[in-house]
Nanobody, 119 residues
Framework: QVQLVESGGGLVQPGGSLRLSCAAS????????MGWYRQAPGKQRELVASIIKAAGAHYADSVKGRFTITADNAKNTVYLQMNSLRPEDTAVYYCNQKPTLWGPWNDSWGQGTQVTVSS
């Protein structure tokens, strides 16, 4: 499995935007799905966006219409464009991979990238 490194987090005011990047150590072309999770303090980690090979993108209801996940196979990078950010989007964001249709999401995690939405 490829190693994933997240970046792009920061402090942003409500209503602002950020773009997160997930750089893979190898090709992501054959990976069944890539996704972005987040974990807020005191809450469970949740899947907020995923992009599935030949099937498109899926979003949690809480971010639908505001977040967009894309994959650049040439750069082996997955992005999460986050617009109209809200304080409740504050969390550590993690990138993950689901190598095959029938297998699970990877159970190891990188360090993530902190997103803080505050005025």
């Amino acid at each position: 499995q490829v190693q994933l490194v997240e970046s792009g987090g920061g402090l942003v005011q409500p209503g602002g935007s950020l773009r997160l990047s997930c750089a893979a150590s190898g090709s992501i072309f054959s990976i069944y799905a890539m996704g972005w999770y987040r974990q807020a303090p005191g809450k469970q980690r949740e899947l907020v966006a995923s992009i599935i090979k030949a099937a498109g993108a899926h979003y949690a209801d809480s971010v639908k219409g505001r977040f967009t996940i894309t994959a650049d196979n040439a750069k082996n990078t997955v992005y999460l464009q986050m617009n109209s950010l809200r304080p409740e989007d504050t969390a550590v964001y993690y990138c993950n991979q689901k190598p095959t249709l029938w297998g699970p999401w990877n159970d190891s995690w990188g360090q993530g990238t902190q997103v803080t939405v505050s005025s």
